[in-house]
């Protein structure tokens, strides 16, 4: 009885068989695949580093929470966590998974701008305006300053 042996000879031999004929085939896939995905997280990781998306100082919310960004990297992006004083290391390719908020400036100080059928509309326009509207009279005083000069 072959109890002592896992497997008979046969069986072996054509283990062998197939793994020297084609391991060469098996390793080639395998680095194939190490390389694609090598390659897909170079370029997520240059598509970050040369966006302007993210710069460095910048203050943002990663799912509600304050970061400063320290180090933006061709690999991983370096936050700062302002609400617990830690360093937070994000691969670059996993950036799209987090929710990140930047804060914007106001409109003018407008805190929505409305839209041209909105009611609201006509005013906001006509305030924006006047904030637009540089005085004639400044203008005019600028202009003779550098005429007499």
């Known amino acids: 009885m072959n109890g002592s042996k896992l497997i008979d000879a046969e069986t072996q031999a054509l283990i062998e068989h ?15 695949i190490l390389g694609k995905d090598a390659l897909h997280k170079a370029a997520e990781g240059l598509l970050v580093f040369a966006g302007s998306d993210f710069c460095n100082d910048d203050i943002l919310y990663i799912n509600g929470r304050q970061a400063r960004i320290v180090r933006v990297g061709f690999f991983k992006t370096i936050f700062y966590m302002t609400d617990r004083k830690t360093k937070m290391v994000v691969p670059n390719n996993r950036l799209q998974m987090l929710t990140v908020e930047k804060a914007l400036p106001k409109n003018g100080g407008f805190p929505y701008l409305f839209k041209g059928g909105e009611n609201g509309y006509e005013d906001q326009a006509k305030a924006i ?5 540089i005085p004639i009279g400044l203008v005019e005083a600028n202009k003779n300053k550098k005429d007499t000069a």
């Open 18 to 32: 197939v793994v020297g004929s084609y391991g060469w085939f098996i390793l080639l896939a395998f680095l194939a």
């Open 129 to 133: 305006r006047e904030m637009d509207q």
